[in-house]
T-cell receptor, first 113, second 112 residues
Framework: AQSVAQPEDQVNVAEGNPLTVKCTYS??????LFWYVQYPNRGLQFLLK??????LVKGSYGFEAEFNKSQTSFHLKKPSALVSDSALYFC???????????FGTGTRLTVIP | NAGVTQTPKFRVLKTGQSMTLLCAQD?????MYWYRQDPGMGLRLIHY???????AKGEVPDGYNVSRLKKQNFLLGLESAAPSQTSVYFC???????????FGPGTRLLVL
């Protein structure tokens, strides 16, 4: 069965410091991988995705993610965190041949001024 | 270009009542999805549609029905609401199954 794990419910980081939000997956074959962000009382917004090619994917708002096939991970990163990055972040995977996404449980990022 | 819209934004139901949530998209997307979001559980797929006139079950379909009579609309129905259906419901759409899903703002449902 496919699954997505976000091992940290909460990540705190000081403004200006680099941030990492972790995601690992358990899917057969080569999945599509996504990161979404959710601000309070809003729907999910797409940040970036990996389908194939370069393992480092750049997305919106200065975020990037690194695909690591051997570790089955897709961690979200940003070199310098902003207070406005504080939000709930979801990793998602689309297994090969599937019609839908499977989401992790989310990681709440708090950037401390 | 409104993207994905959902109505209503908030609703309170009593146990046993019925209601329909409406999702509309103006991006000419083939695929549409209904998710529910519960604390600590992420988003779980209820039903989805791969085109007008089609529907399919997701991870948690029990207690819900859907219809896709028009390409731009995807309706989620609760025939007899239960407190366990208290949740935030999100609709999403995508051009095809491999493409990015675009989400609506959500409907907060409280079942008493």
């Amino acid at each position: 069965a496919q699954s997505v794990a976000q091992p940290e419910d909460q990540v705190n980081v000081a403004e200006g410091n680099p941030l990492t939000v972790k995601c690992t997956y358990s899917v057969s074959g080569n999945p599509y991988l996504f990161w979404y962000v959710q601000y309070p009382n809003r729907g999910l917004q797409f940040l970036l995705k990996y389908i194939t090619g370069d393992n480092l994917v750049k997305g919106s708002y200065g975020f990037e993610a690194e695909f690591n096939k051997s570790q089955t991970s897709f961690h979200l990163k940003k070199p310098s965190a902003l207070v406005s990055d504080s939000a709930l972040y979801f990793c998602a995977v689309r297994p090969p041949g599937a019609n839908n996404l499977f989401f992790g449980t989310g990681t709440r990022l708090t950037v401390i001024p | 270009n409104a993207g994905v819209t959902q109505t209503p934004k908030f609703r309170v139901l009593k146990t046993g009542q019925s209601m329909t949530l409406l999702c509309a998209q103006d991006m000419n997307h083939e695929y549409m999805y209904w998710y529910r979001q519960d604390p600590g559980m992420g988003l779980r797929l209820i039903h989805y549609s791969v085109g007008e006139g089609t529907t399919a079950k997701g991870e948690v379909p029990d207690g819900y029905n859907v219809s896709r009579l028009k390409k731009q609309n995807f309706l989620l129905g609760l025939e007899s609401a239960a407190p366990s259906q208290t949740s935030v419901y999100f609709c999403a759409s995508s051009y095809n199954r491999g493409e990015t899903q675009y989400f609506g703002p959500g409907t907060r449902l409280l079942v008493l």
